[in-house]
């Protein structure tokens, strides 16, 4: 656990650079981290897919998989890799402020 | 006469019929259970059965045997949950009303959700091990098996047994090298999570198993479809694994009698209070289980810690008082690494696997998130314990339903 000064805020960040306490999260804070991870800018659907994430973490206590944001219409997996290459649930859950996607162990 | 009504005789419903036998006044209140098959599985078995270590006998037996005799168990398909009749609706068109319904219908692999997967090449030259037929089916191939490229695949998650997958392929590795073959077989191990361990911990405790038994990562992966021709798995990006042998765990889901009542989610897990075990929007509906939408692994450790918590919500609930939030996501898990050794792991919602001696605090006999024989020997003995005691609804002594932080090292 490391504290970090992103957006001029200074939040508590794991190894990963991923925000562990999600109260610490801003609209700022998310736009560094997507420069930093490649994306220039967050579109609106860039944000429609960060807002489900958190709305759905929120809810349940985890995070949705790819297959539950295609089913429930948010965006298409395809879409999903062009918004956020390279892992797309890993990314956005981090600029999200959210906790990368684990299993158990 | 007030009825309970159990859907599913699986490891989570079978516990907890005999739970509640044991507290309820069944002067007031009779139980019925209801499933379409008499084969219970004791489903950890299946990680044996490729291997030939276990065989039929070790890991399929009759239900009947397992629930108390005055319980009444009904043999037929379940048609449809009707909540709003506070009704089930059976196959040959009984109806039953009941005043609590209890869901534990578990999940199944779904292996015509990936594109390719279920058709040609199937029990072939892929295959799953999470059912008895894939199992077996597998096992025939690899006594055959002379070397080649091994894909041990995880399709998406949420997985039944999340550790499995890892298990099968350190097995693979143990079972390759007896069989002399390990120089000409290669092993790769490909999943949509970011890592083979992706917990802090575990990752720093394990994280060089991997390497250390040439068994190589495919992170990240997120499969498009299969290409049984080619035999080849192709990823939303692009990505492809070639394969001889593709060991996969497809899609999970929920069964499709949730799809078909409407109580389901995309995957057909049923929204569920993560710490009641109260369906969400149906105060006499409760679920146990697999057929959870919970972020708990899905195991039969944790149906066990769920249904000592289910039985004391059931009677709350009866009395009209307040349930308990009393589920904390308790699992406790034993992972095979090969060659006579085996980790353990116990955790829950708030905790990740950490170091330790279990369940005696600084005792043991178990070690924490360690390899030892122990743990292995822990792991084979639990086919004992599974159906002699927790089938059975009793507690292994030792273990509380709620994790204890004691004699763990917890990092700060």
Known sequence: MATKIIAG???????????????????????EIARQEGIPVLTDNHWKVLNYLQKEMRETGSLPTSRKLKVTGVMSIKELYELFPEG???????????????GCV | MKHIVILGTGTAGTMLANHLFRVIDRTRFDITIVDQYARHYYQPGFLFIPFA???????????KNFIPEKVNSIQEKIEQIQPAANQVLLKNGMKIAYDILVIATGCKTAPHEIEGLAGKGWYDNAFDFYTYEGACALREKLKAWQGGRIAVHIAEMPIKCPVAPLEFAFLADAFMTRRGVRSKTTI?????????????????????????KNISLVPDFNIARNDPDARQLVSYDGKKVDYDLLVTVPTNKGDDLIARSGLGDELNFVPTNMHTLQAKGHENIFVIGDATDLPSSKAGSVAHFQ???????????????PLLPDFDGHANCFIESGFGKAFLIDFNYDLEPVQGKFPLPFVGPFSLLKETRINHLGKLAFKWIYWNLLLHGHSMPGIS????????KIPH
């Open chain 2, 53 to 63: 270590t276990y065989r039929e006998k070790d890991i399929v037996k009759n239900i």
């Open chain 1, 88 to 102: 797309p649930l890993k990314k956005a859950a981090k600029i999200a402020g959210l906790a990368k996607p684990a």
């Open chain 2, 188 to 212: 790769t191990y490909v999943t949509p999570l970011p890592g083979a361990f992706t917990k802090q911990n575990c990752s720093v405790v394990l994280g060089h198993l991997l390497a250390d």
């Open chain 1, 9 to 31: 805020k200074q939040v508590e960040v794991n190894e990963d650079g991923y925000l562990t306490d999600p109260s610490q999260w801003t609209k700022e804070i998310a736009a």
């Open chain 2, 401 to 408: 339903t709620r994790m204890s932080r004691v004699g763990k």
């Open chain 2, 307 to 321: 249904s000592e918590v289910l039985a004391v919500n059931i009677l709350r609930f009866i009395k009209g008082e």
